[in-house]
């Protein structure tokens, strides 16, 4: 009776250890593979954009619903795909700043304060600014891909808002 218990117990050890050790491989074989298709997308992405130019401490005046008048300074970086951003940039650098002044003319400044509101200004500049090229240019369609703030201050009655 002993050794049937012994016998028992040896094999239901073996049943745990046989099971914990399938579940760990099954687990360990799907978390490995994972990264490797995030990795696949995230070098597709940098493929996509892998063009940089920055445009850095445009001073702006916005004004929310009430009418109070505040300054927004802002730093930001476009992404593209096209290889001679730099050069378009340079060349519609005052098109595309006086493309921006118009687009946060028409956004209150409080929307800025929330990340939803940044967002749709990313948007909206990532649009107009394609818009604006493909008008100059019909080969520079599609030209901006991303935009990202490198800075976002707003100033009003001595405060700041980041």
Same mark, same amino acid.
Do not use: R
């Given at each position: 009776?002993?050794?049937?218990?012994?016998?028992?117990?040896? @094999?239901?050890? $073996? &049943?745990?250890?046989? !099971?914990? +050790? *399938?579940?760990?491989?099954?687990?360990?074989?799907?978390?490995?593979?994972? #990264? %490797?298709?995030?990795?696949?997308?995230?070098?597709?992405? %940098?493929?996509? @954009? *892998?063009?940089?130019?920055?445009?850095?401490?445009?001073? $702006?005046?916005?004004?929310?619903?009430? /009418?109070?008048?505040?300054?927004?300074?802002?730093?930001? @970086?476009?992404?593209? +795909?096209? %290889?001679?951003? #730099? =050069? &378009?940039?340079?060349?519609?650098? +005052?098109?595309? !700043?006086?493309?921006? &002044?118009?687009?946060? +003319?028409?956004?209150?400044?409080?929307?800025? $304060?929330? !990340? #939803? /509101?940044?967002?749709?200004?990313?948007?909206?500049?990532?649009?107009?600014?394609?818009?604006?090229? %493909? $008008?100059?240019?019909?080969?520079?369609?599609?030209?901006?891909? =991303?935009?990202?703030?490198?800075?976002?201050? &707003?100033?009003?009655?001595?405060?700041?808002?980041?």
């Amino acid at each position: 009776m002993n050794n049937k218990l012994i016998y028992i117990l040896i @094999a239901l050890i $073996l &049943i745990l250890i046989l !099971t914990i +050790s *399938a579940g760990g491989y099954y687990l360990y074989s799907t978390i490995e593979h994972k #990264p %490797e298709v995030q990795k696949e997308v995230v070098i597709e992405k %940098e493929k996509e @954009a *892998a063009f940089k130019f920055e445009f850095t401490d445009l001073v $702006l005046n916005i004004t929310n619903n009430k /009418g109070d008048s505040k300054f927004l300074k802002v730093s930001f @970086a476009i992404k593209s +795909s096209n %290889e001679k951003l #730099p =050069e &378009i940039m340079e060349k519609y650098k +005052s098109d595309l !700043t006086d493309s921006l &002044i118009t687009i946060v +003319s028409g956004i209150d400044s409080n929307s800025l $304060l929330t !990340t #939803p /509101g940044k967002q749709t200004l990313k948007d909206s500049m990532i649009q107009e600014f394609n818009k604006l090229l %493909e $008008l100059s240019d019909p080969t520079l369609k599609g030209t901006v891909k =991303e935009v990202l703030f490198l800075s976002l201050v &707003i100033k009003w009655k001595n405060t700041y808002y980041i």
